[in-house]
Protein backbone atom coordinates (compact mmCIF):
# COMPACT_ATOMS: atom_id res chain seq x y z
CA UNK A 1 0.00 0.00 0.00
CA UNK A 2 0.82 3.41 -0.45
CA UNK A 3 -0.15 6.87 1.12
CA UNK A 4 -1.77 9.28 -0.80
CA UNK A 5 -0.81 12.22 -2.12
CA UNK A 6 -3.06 13.90 0.61
CA UNK A 7 -1.67 12.62 2.98
CA UNK A 8 1.89 13.06 2.01
CA UNK A 9 0.82 16.83 1.59
CA UNK A 10 -0.67 16.70 5.62
CA UNK A 11 2.73 15.45 6.51
CA UNK A 12 4.69 18.01 4.62
CA UNK A 13 2.80 21.10 5.38
CA UNK A 14 3.20 20.02 9.08
CA UNK A 15 6.61 20.38 9.28
CA UNK A 16 6.30 23.90 6.84
CA UNK A 17 4.01 25.00 9.67
CA UNK A 18 6.61 24.48 12.04
CA UNK A 19 5.22 21.67 13.93
CA UNK A 20 7.72 19.78 16.12
CA UNK A 21 6.27 16.00 15.51
CA UNK A 22 4.35 14.58 13.83
CA UNK A 23 2.24 11.01 14.11
CA UNK A 24 0.49 8.11 12.39
CA UNK A 25 -3.13 8.21 12.60
CA UNK A 26 -4.83 4.97 15.09
CA UNK A 27 -6.08 3.27 11.50
CA UNK A 28 -2.33 3.68 10.42
CA UNK A 29 -0.69 2.75 13.36
CA UNK A 30 -2.88 -0.60 14.14
CA UNK A 31 -2.26 -1.69 10.40
CA UNK A 32 -0.08 -4.22 9.08
CA UNK A 33 1.84 -1.50 8.02
CA UNK A 34 2.18 0.35 10.09
CA UNK A 35 5.84 0.21 9.43
CA UNK A 36 6.14 1.29 6.10
CA UNK A 37 4.07 3.89 6.80
CA UNK A 38 6.60 5.29 9.36
CA UNK A 39 9.17 4.53 6.72
CA UNK A 40 7.11 7.01 4.63
CA UNK A 41 6.33 9.65 6.79
CA UNK A 42 9.77 9.72 7.93
CA UNK A 43 11.19 10.05 4.49
CA UNK A 44 8.26 12.94 3.75
CA UNK A 45 9.38 14.97 6.84
CA UNK A 46 13.41 14.75 5.76
CA UNK A 47 12.56 16.18 2.39
CA UNK A 48 10.23 18.66 3.80
CA UNK A 49 12.80 19.68 6.31
CA UNK A 50 15.35 19.80 3.17
CA UNK A 51 13.41 21.95 1.26
CA UNK A 52 13.42 25.13 3.33
CA UNK A 53 15.90 27.74 3.58
CA UNK A 54 15.88 28.04 7.48
CA UNK A 55 18.54 30.63 7.08
CA UNK A 56 15.87 33.03 4.89
CA UNK A 57 12.93 32.49 7.51
CA UNK A 58 15.39 33.20 10.25
CA UNK A 59 16.74 36.52 8.78
CA UNK A 60 13.46 37.64 7.92
CA UNK A 61 11.81 36.57 11.70
CA UNK A 62 14.98 38.45 12.85
CA UNK A 63 14.87 41.63 11.13
CA UNK A 64 10.98 41.98 11.54
CA UNK A 65 11.88 41.99 15.37
CA UNK A 66 14.31 44.51 15.18
CA UNK A 67 12.63 46.49 13.00
CA UNK A 68 8.78 46.46 14.76
CA UNK A 69 10.94 46.59 18.70
CA UNK A 70 14.14 48.10 17.95
CA UNK A 71 16.16 45.24 18.74
CA UNK A 72 16.32 42.57 20.27
CA UNK A 73 15.72 41.22 24.08
CA UNK A 74 18.16 39.59 26.29
CA UNK A 75 16.34 36.23 25.75
CA UNK A 76 15.73 36.85 21.91
CA UNK A 77 19.23 37.90 21.83
CA UNK A 78 20.70 34.03 23.10
CA UNK A 79 17.79 32.50 21.38
CA UNK A 80 18.64 34.23 17.97
CA UNK A 81 22.37 33.25 18.57
CA UNK A 82 21.23 29.52 19.08
CA UNK A 83 19.54 29.75 15.89
CA UNK A 84 22.12 31.13 14.01
CA UNK A 85 24.77 28.62 15.42
CA UNK A 86 22.08 25.64 14.46
CA UNK A 87 22.31 26.95 10.84
CA UNK A 88 25.92 27.40 10.51
CA UNK A 89 26.19 23.83 11.75
CA UNK A 90 23.81 22.53 9.08
Do not use: W
Request: proline letters at 3%; one cysteine or more; a negative charge.
Amino acid sequence: PRPTRAECSDVANAVYDGTDAVMLSGESANSPYFEAAVHIMSKTVANAEQSRNYNVLFQSVRNSIVKTYGGLSVGESVASSAVKTSIDMG
